[in-house]
């Protein structure tokens, strides 16, 4: 299909044909209508329906593109011509593709160059690569993700090739600043970041690899939410309020990243508005109001659970997305005083020159946006620790940050007096999420590398304190439950209460990157691969403790 072919001057109608087909119209509207000029929704096969009385041109919805298209030509109507099936414009999405690009880096070092080059190459033409965790999705079936760095570096060396070839103009470009380049696009969010920074004027030219794939390869997220054919009864409306903020300012509508693993877009280097309306959020959106949650993870998110899959077509959820996020999560810091094996394999305490370039240059964007102020929930320290962080300080304590509420999530080791003493007066009401992870001290230093058990609990004696003479509006401890601990959980509860604490929340442990998928599921986690629990922690989970209304298990709805 030819953008010439496209009529942006006409109004096109919606041809439904076949069972179900009603939803991929109604799928295609919601993404479309800002685009082309659609008017009404006709139901091929209606005895009423005469499409020779009826102008075109026409957009035809269906499961069965050979039998609709017999169909209509039946009616005298010329595909191409007269009518265009819907995912034959899915392209239309993909608004950089036809693009002159820069593959960029900083870098000196002739292997980052090849890096740029390489991903810039494959995010460009739509390329799955291996380590894409939607790979099987997007491909219909036809490749999986793999972690494997062998296979990961040979599709890279295999878009290498044509890479460079598209690439050699770039070689002679030094000292022309990616003259003649419609964009320049760089393998991480620091470089374009840098970029930026010393090249004012190339404004939106820069982007990142994560941006450019978001936008060339749209349509083959698009195909994915438009033909899942399975429907879930759960319900959520995180994608249309909730805005996860990680590490490189890369941004999820989800409140944990492995639920759902698919940027939106990159606040740092777009602006957030962009991010927040980007066509990839548009898509992900319609993932649930279509009730397919094309990219959702059915195993590890709790409102999976008690609900049902369907194949008829569910009634679609009624939602409408905010102006701007409601709940904003902030965890694009990862410095924190622990190691915690289910987290990371050694001490990172302190950013490097280009991970701290990224991250002020997301909470410059962030306080500019003012939505820090407007978001109805506020939650700071996802990812590190927040008494440890000069990024998530500069969110608590920067007077410029006008609002009067927060949620400070903490592994609580480094919450002082002194702390308490900036924040007290600044919020009118102060959350906490702490996660504790144990019961015992021995089990505590286990799965809590370098913290300190007594001073934790005295630090929690503070806190107990504060919020019974209500100068902390609520306490949440956390579990990560694991091989290591899920013992201790009726304990843990009963600690809990004793503190006053408001609330238990128990998670399930994920994989980080810590732990070989094998080993992870057969001696850390407590679920297995398909997310069904294993029968020792079902049997901690009977006692009454684990009842009590204050507990939140994360893997149930």
């Given at each position: ?322 102006d701007h996020p409601l709940t904003i999560n902030i965890a694009n810091d990862q410095v924190c005083n622990l190691h915690c094996p289910s987290c990371r394999k050694k001490v990172y305490a302190v950013n490097d020159e280009c991970t701290q370039r990224e991250a002020d240059a997301c909470m410059d964007e962030l306080i500019n946006s003012g939505w820090l102020d407007t978001a109805d929930k506020l939650l700071v320290g996802g990812g590190g620790e927040a008494f440890l962080s000069a990024n998530y300080k500069r969110v608590l304590y920067d007077g410029s940050i006008r609002r009067n509420s927060i949620t400070i999530m903490t592994n609580g080791t480094l919450f002082t007096g002194d702390e308490w003493k900036r924040l007290e007066g600044k919020y009118e009401h102060i959350s906490f999420m702490v996660s504790v992870d144990a019961a015992t001290k021995q089990t505590y230093e286990k ?111």
């Open positions: 299909m030819h953008p010439e072919i496209i009529q942006y001057d006409k109004t096109y109608k919606l041809i439904e044909f076949g069972k179900g087909s009603e939803k991929l119209s109604l799928d295609f509207r919601y993404v479309f209508s800002s685009i082309l000029k659609l008017g009404e929704t006709i139901r091929l096969g209606d005895t009423d329906c005469d499409l020779k009385d009826m102008p075109g041109p026409y957009i035809c919805c269906t499961y069965d593109r050979s039998a609709a298209k017999k169909e209509m030509t039946g009616t005298g109507l010329s595909c191409g011509k007269d009518y265009l099936f819907a995912e034959d414009l899915f392209y239309l999405l993909d608004d950089l593709k036809g693009s002159k690009i820069a593959y960029a880096t900083c870098s000196k070092k002739i292997s980052d160059r090849l890096k740029a080059v390489s991903f810039g190459y494959a995010a460009k033409h739509g390329k799955i690569l291996p380590e894409d965790p939607y790979a099987q999705i997007l491909s219909g079936g036809r490749r999986r993700s793999s972690r494997s760095p062998v296979i990961q570096r040979l599709y890279h060396a295999i878009y290498l090739i044509p890479g460079l070839i598209e690439a050699i103009p770039q070689l002679f470009a030094s000292g022309k600043e990616y003259e003649g380049y419609d964009l320049i696009c760089f393998a991480d969010a620091a470089n374009a970041i840098g970029y930026k920074k010393d090249h004012p004027d190339a404004g939106d030219r820069v982007i990142t690899t994560e941006m450019l794939k978001a936008r060339t390869m749209a349509s083959l997220h698009m195909r994915a939410v438009y033909f899942d054919k399975d429907q879930y009864t759960c319900e959520c409306d995180m994608p249309f309020k909730t805005l996860w903020i990680g590490k490189g300012g890369t941004a999820r509508l989800c409140d944990c990243p492995d639920y759902l693993d698919v940027s939106c877009g990159n606040i740092g280097v777009l602006s957030a508005s962009d991010v927040w309306d980007s066509p990839m959020a548009r898509i992900i959106r319609l993932s649930v109001i279509n009730n397919t949650y094309t990219f959702c993870s059915k195993n590890l998110c709790g409102k999976f659970a008690g609900g049902c899959r369907s194949a008829e077509v569910l009634k679609r959820t009624d939602i409408t997305a905010a799965v809590r590398c370098g913290g300190a058990y007594d001073r934790l609990m005295k630090n929690m004696d503070f806190l107990s304190k504060l919020r019974s003479e209500g100068k902390v509006e609520s306490v949440k401890v956390i579990m990560i439950v694991q091989e290591a601990n899920y013992r201790e959980i009726p304990e843990f509860i009963r600690w809990a209460k004793d503190k006053g604490f408001d609330g238990v929340n128990l998670s399930r442990i994920r994989n980080w990157g810590t732990y070989d998928d094998i080993y992870f599921y057969e001696h850390v986690s407590m679920f297995d691969g398909e997310g069904r629990m294993k029968p020792e922690l079902s049997a901690v989970l009977e006692d009454p403790e684990c009842g009590d209304p204050i507990v939140n298990m994360n893997w149930k709805a």
